[in-house]
């Protein structure tokens, strides 16, 4: 066996040796506890509770396989392992199997473990399916619950005016009917109707692209219980907001500026003689999702679109569906679980977020159970070989292109980019497919799901058919543009993918920001700018230029002090002159460690009580 690795402090002297089955942690004294006595914070506890909690999970895998035979060769490979993940901690891990050889095998053995591969392939499969279930649920919950306030909005024409705000309702919106085909959808069908011109549609299509993305953060919650996963995950998961949130940055006041969106899609339909099309449909996973989801729930997905046509019907009519004939059947009858229940749309859709968040939990669970146990050896060396090679040669270049293509071509497919890059983050946070590959499958994903758009355009009266088509090009152009901006040239393609990176160690630190990140980006500031809004026009001018300008200096300090320190004064060369809660996390975390701390003092307080009780009576 070799020796087992020893983690020291950088000073010996000032060490605290504490050991966790056969491994030593050296930790200094100043940084091993979370609070002293008196309550005062010490800078360094959450350091040492990482490595902590770290290192007594290795302990326990490596104690729980010392016995196997197979497992006695891995002992420097388990070293050499952690070594690599203390340098870099976005290393690739060595997916190794822990079993024996498959030489080493007897003929029952190998069938006996061929069987369970195949029984395992087939529950990742289903849990996959359940997965896509739930999320389309999950839609038709929040459809429910936050339609008819979406649709209101629509109407908002005011509000819309306003390109910041256009940008933020696309988001919100998208958020609350969680799908940017919807909301893309109703977007083109107000155009078609003439309640909505073309430059106000394009500033909501760019917020609806931008709202989308927060399924797949979500997603990456899944696998919080693991540091290292979750640092992979939340940062291929954060790749396609950030990608999404720089391309509005640029492209926002580029359109403001110059109609560059209006004057480019113009240019491409100029010479197009517009006829009617009946909008085609590409259904592949819908196909085969909507015989159990239609079992469980029927939306009019009419009541959306006429709520933002100001229909004064639509808001008499519910959510629901209550009737189901057709041309073919007329006197065909609704048979599906939620049908005439006389519950109401609120109890309704709280019900369904309940029943479709426990599906999205428990397949989420099982899917990232079932990968961890198959995705290794060598089918997980064959299978990350395959995804993360460049192309040989001078042809190497084009390999994110290839991916981009494969992304935009199953994303057409399925017709949604929140079900193929939700797919996708279980394995960043594996290590089977990388931060670098997961860029340009997102980047192809967010083209794919331009089609949804294109084919609901097709289906428009002659007479406005080349508006929504306008409206629809625009995205497209949208998503092409902030490529050819993010990704030809190495340096820029670096800065979406370090952004993520940041944000992936911030919240494998501090896990509990993770949740502050979502509720802040897609909640709370496009609330506030609503808000603000509302206000005048004055007082967002007036909030959100200082703040702006407050952000801009921030960032640039920041890049100062790592670049060129010398440049700043001295006060500026280092954040210390600021309070801690302004310059860090720690203060935070260490609040809310207490207060685990309180009911886990309290748990154990009561159990030894109950013990101590059960001693005394005996």
Known sequence: ?????????DDPETGDSRSYGSSTIRVP??????????????EGYDEYRDVDIEMKNLSAKRNSKALRPSSLHRGSEFSSQQETLAKDPWAMPELAD??????????????RRTGFGILKALAALLLL????????????????????AAGRTFQESEL????????????????VVQSSSTSSSIVIAMVSSGMLDVPRAIYIIMGANVGTTITNTLVSLAQSADRTQFRRAFAGATIHDMFNWLTVLILLPLEVASGYLVKLTGAILSSWDPQRNEGGNVELLTAITKPLTQLIIQLDSKVIEDIAKNDPTAMNRTMIKESCHTKANPNKTCQFLFYNTGLGETNTGIIMVFISLALLCASLVGIVKILNSILKGTMAGALRKALNTDFPGRCSFMTGYAAMAIGAGITFLIQSSSVFTSALTPLVGLGVVSIERMYPLTLGSNIGTTGTGLLAAMAS????????????????CFNITGILIWYPLPFMRLVPIELAKKLGTVTAKYRWFAVVYIILTFLIMPACIIGLTLAGSAVLMGVGIPLLLLIAAIVLINVLQAKAPQILPVFLQSWDFL?????????????????SCIDCRCCCRKNSDESEDGKARN
């Open 1 to 9: 066996m070799p020796e087992n690795p020893v983690f020291e402090s």
């Open 29 to 42: 004294h100043h940084e091993g506890r979370a609070a002293s006595a008196n309550g005062h914070y010490n």
């Open 98 to 111: 822990d079993g024996p050889a498959w030489s080493d095998l007897s003929r029952r053995e190998k069938c």
């Open 129 to 148: 399916y359940m997965f896509v279930i739930s999320l389309d649920l999950l839609s038709s919950s929040f459809r429910i619950l936050g339609g008819r």
């Open 160 to 175: 819309l005016s306003n390109p910041v705000v256009g940008l933020m309702i696309g988001v919100l919106v998208t958020v």
């Open 461 to 476: 009266d002659p007479k406005s058919l080349k508006s929504a088509l306008q409206v629809a090009l625009s995205h497209l």
């Open 579 to 595: 309070p801690r809660c302004l310059r860090s996390l720690q203060p935070y975390d260490a609040i809310l460690y207490k207060m």
